[in-house]
């Protein structure tokens, strides 16, 4: 073993992680590895590359490798988890990211994390429970703030959410999701012009996501400004053609009794429909908008 060309590996390795190129920074840290196997640093190192490439399998086994010459590194359990999480196994990630706390227990990301896994399989308490400790840990982790409040809104206590989102954003004014979330949160309260001012916000910070659009036409469909929907609905179908605003289009068409708008966007939702009984309510509408427009 050359210390100095494990040294060198690991320097280079680092550089080009830092540089976002994974592929190099493997070779170099499998290089390392070779010189030094019992190193559980190393080992690390190359599964965080693995995972941020979006390579999970190997990412896993290079952070098991980690966990057995290393029992206490508490990041190689998290970033384990993590990489668990991605592949969908959320009872895997859960085990992982409890023992994660359990050595750190001011890891607020680990806390966040299983939270996450935990609401993916339904236990929303728990989850309630994980991002509540991360906001104890870290006052100002405004994801936290977000998580709880979007697990809120699974529990319909659009108030309370609205209040969390209102931390998050006031964390970071910047953070997109928190204005389009909080939107829903007001949408499910009635009120439209709060959350078309969220929207908007949205849209201003990332103009190119159809979804905001989209959304944001459904605001002006509920107060009867089918004109302004309808502007929002073609600008997000410059991004984004989808079931849901040909679908939401068609009905501000309709409303406005322009039938023949009304049958091309209901032609074109039916067309694109996966769920079948949504496809019956289409093509209900498609029909009737057909014998209106005969009159």
Same mark, same amino acid.
């Given at each position: 073993?050359?210390?100095?060309?494990?040294?060198?590996?690991?320097?280079?390795?680092?550089?080009?992680?830092?540089?976002?190129?994974?592929?190099?920074?493997?070779?170099?840290?499998?290089?390392?590895?070779?010189?030094?196997?019992?190193?559980?640093?190393?080992?690390?190192?190359?599964?965080?590359?693995?995972?941020?490439?979006?390579?999970?399998?190997?990412?896993?086994?290079?952070?098991?490798?980690?966990?057995?010459?290393?029992?206490?590194?508490?990041?190689?359990?998290?970033?384990?988890?993590?990489?668990?999480?991605?592949?969908?196994?959320?009872?895997?990630?859960?085990?992982?990211?409890?023992?994660?706390?359990?050595?750190?227990?001011?890891?607020?990301?680990?806390?966040? *994390? !299983?939270?996450?896994? @935990?609401?993916? +399989?339904?236990?929303?308490? %728990? /989850?309630?429970? $994980?991002? #509540?400790? &991360?906001? =104890?840990?870290?006052?100002?982790?405004?994801?936290?703030?977000?998580?709880?409040?979007?697990?809120?809104?699974?529990?319909?206590?659009?108030?309370?959410?609205?209040?969390?989102?209102?931390?998050?954003?006031?964390?970071?004014?910047?953070?997109?999701?928190?204005?389009?979330?909080?939107?829903?949160?007001?949408?499910?309260?009635?009120?439209?012009?709060?959350?078309?001012?969220?929207?908007?916000?949205?849209?201003?910070?990332?103009?190119?996501?159809?979804?905001?659009?989209?959304?944001?036409?459904?605001?002006?469909?509920?107060?009867?400004?089918?004109?302004?929907?309808?502007?929002?609905?073609?600008?997000?179908?410059?991004?984004?053609?989808?079931?849901?605003?040909?679908? *939401? !289009?068609?009905?501000? @068409?309709?409303? +406005?009794?322009?039938?023949? %708008? /009304?049958?091309? $966007?209901? #032609?074109? &939702?039916? =067309?694109?429909?996966?769920?079948?009984?949504?496809?019956?309510?289409?093509?209900?509408?498609?029909?009737?908008?057909?014998?209106?427009?005969?009159?």
């Amino acid at each position: 073993m050359n210390p100095v060309s494990v040294m060198a590996h690991m320097g280079r390795g680092g550089t080009y992680w830092l540089k976002g190129n994974h592929n190099k920074a493997i070779t170099d840290f499998t290089h390392a590895i070779r010189l030094q196997p019992e190193d559980a640093h190393l080992y690390y190192l190359r599964g965080l590359n693995y995972m941020q490439k979006g390579d999970y399998d190997e990412a896993i086994a290079d952070f098991t490798e980690a966990v057995r010459l290393n029992p206490g590194y508490a990041t190689a359990y998290r970033d384990r988890a993590h990489s668990y999480m991605q592949n969908g196994d959320y009872n895997k990630a859960i085990t992982d990211f409890t023992e994660a706390v359990r050595l750190n227990p001011e890891d607020a990301r680990s806390y966040l *994390n !299983r939270g996450f896994s @935990y609401r993916q +399989k339904g236990r929303i308490r %728990m /989850a309630m429970d $994980d991002y #509540t400790r &991360a906001i =104890e840990v870290n006052r100002s982790y405004a994801k936290a703030y977000s998580n709880r409040a979007n697990a809120l809104i699974e529990m319909k206590a659009y108030k309370e959410a609205k209040q969390d989102y209102n931390r998050a954003i006031n964390l970071n004014p910047r953070y997109t999701l928190a204005y389009s979330k909080r939107a829903f949160a007001y949408a499910q309260m009635r009120n439209y012009p709060r959350a078309v001012a969220d929207l908007t916000k949205a849209i201003e910070l990332d103009p190119a996501c159809a979804d905001y659009y989209n959304n944001r036409g459904l605001m002006y469909s509920k107060t009867g400004d089918y004109d302004t929907a309808i502007e929002d609905y073609n600008k997000a179908m410059e991004f984004k053609s989808s079931f849901g605003t040909h679908y *939401n !289009r068609g009905l501000a @068409y309709f409303k +406005k009794e322009n039938y023949e %708008m /009304a049958i091309k $966007d209901f #032609t074109n &939702a039916k =067309e694109c429909c996966q769920d079948q009984n949504v496809k019956k309510e289409v093509e209900h509408l498609l029909r009737l908008s057909e014998r209106l427009e005969e009159k």
